[in-house]
């Protein structure tokens, strides 16, 4: 099997994109952590630690594991220009202040001959202590302020500590893929990796794009589930927008050929932080069960979207069944079963919310990982028959991500 082939949730994972943290996470100022959307500094070591735990449990399963920053050089390597050509894209959308300072930053950065180490350092961010800053021999008054005033931030270019949550940027459907617009600038720039590797990487280029990074609305792949070959399920929430599910549909249903999607399901979920995305809600973890946070009961709007008979035409119509009863026709299984994270204590469901106790990776029907640290939520997983692979989480779940947020499935095997 080759390139992308994605079509559920829980067919056996043969391919998996990862990346394991790097220096980004050195470079979050705590005075600059809601900008750049992290709520704490996670202990690098002990995070790498935690993650090469994570690539093994998935290679103990027969998992090929992927990194992001690996694929990227790869791309680069392939393709003679394609690392000019990110570079330029690189320094234009890194908001760097100063006239000279791009020049400057590009020089440092095009020092750096090794792919894989120049895909780390743009991952990481520059500091101003990195490189040598003009004077004012050299200098017009706007680079002097931006590079020595105190009221101005110690980075040039802001790092990208959200990266190691491979499931946002871009999302696998079917055998192509949603290259997103993401809802803040500080992340939008993480879609730059995967265009390139969509467009020059020997074993990705050319795959089919549901939707491109320069759309006028946003959506993360943390809304974005397989249910099927037939069925995609997407979260209007937080970080994605319905004028972006609009596109998405457009695309599948009539601009784009090769997908096979015949329906997606849109859910209105809580405009929140703790909802920040569809998989921090519910995530299938075998052909008839669920996790589900049971806060989010009563409250869900579901919208199916299905191709109109007129060409660019999409036919949209409301549910209001049982959740249950929605997945149930969504998937074409009977009796589907939503097990609530917490066991359905609602301070144990918050607590265990919060550090992502909804959010499973699946590896294959029934078998799933999960975070250590949400033991009240594992041992009702136990009771209910599910083989949890756990991993150790005290610093990666800083992040405000789980194991499926830290995965972007490359191929399954259909069901």
Not at 347 to 370: F, H, K, M, Y
Not at 382 to 410: D, I, Q
């Amino acid at each position: 099997m080759k390139g992308i082939h994605v079509t559920s949730e829980i067919g056996k994972l043969k391919k998996v994109c990862l990346h394991r943290p790097g220096d980004e996470l050195l470079n979050l100022p705590p005075d600059e952590l809601e900008r750049l959307l992290f709520d704490d500094v996670p202990f690098l070591e002990v995070a790498q630690a935690e993650h090469d735990r994570f690539a093994e449990i998935l290679r103990e399963q027969g998992t090929e594991v992927l990194y992001l920053e690996q694929l990227v050089a790869e791309a680069f390597k392939a393709h003679p220009g394609a690392r000019e050509e990110f570079l330029n894209e690189y320094i234009e959308e890194a908001g760097i202040k100063g006239q000279a300072m791009p020049a400057i930053v590009r020089d440092y950065l095009n020092s750096i001959e090794d792919d894989f180490e120049f895909v780390k350092k743009t991952m990481a961010g520059v500091a101003k202590s990195e490189i040598d800053l003009p004077h004012a021999s050299s200098a017009t008054l706007d680079d002097m302020v931006s590079a020595h005033s105190d009221k101005e931030s110690d980075l040039i270019i802001d790092p990208m500590p959200n990266l190691y949550f491979t499931r946002d940027p871009f999302a696998c459907v079917g055998n192509g893929v949603s290259l997103n617009r993401m809802y803040a600038v500080t992340r939008n720039r993480e879609t730059l990796y995967g265009k390139y590797i969509f467009k020059y990487h020997p074993e990705y280029a050319d795959t089919p794009l549901w939707f491109q990074r320069d759309a006028a609305s946003h959506i993360e792949g943390g809304d974005i589930l397989n249910l099927s070959n037939k069925a995609l399920a997407v979260g209007i929430s937080q970080r994605t927008q319905a004028a972006a599910i609009d596109i998405l549909a457009q695309n599948i249903f009539w601009k784009t050929e090769g997908c096979e999607i015949e329906k997606i399901f849109a859910f209105d979920i809580p405009n929140c932080r703790a909802f920040m995305h569809l998989d921090t809600v519910f995530t299938q973890i075998d052909v008839d069960k669920f996790t589900i946070h049971p806060a989010i009961m009563g409250t869900l709007r579901v919208f199916e979207l299905t191709k109109g008979a007129t060409p660019g035409e999409v036919d949209i119509k409301e549910h209001t069944d049982s959740l249950e009863k929605i997945l149930e026709y969504a998937t074409g299984v009977d009796g589907i079963k939503l097990i609530p994270c917490g066991g359905g204590d609602p301070i144990a469901a918050a607590r265990e919310q919060w550090n992502d106790g909804s959010n499973t990776l699946c590896v294959e029907p029934g078998t799933i990982v999960v975070y250590q640290r949400n033991n009240v939520t594992n041992d009702v997983l136990y009771k209910e028959g599910l083989n949890l692979l756990v991993m150790p989480s005290a610093e990666l779940s800083r992040g405000r991500g789980g194991p499926r947020c830290m995965s972007m499935p490359f191929q399954r095997e259909d069901l």
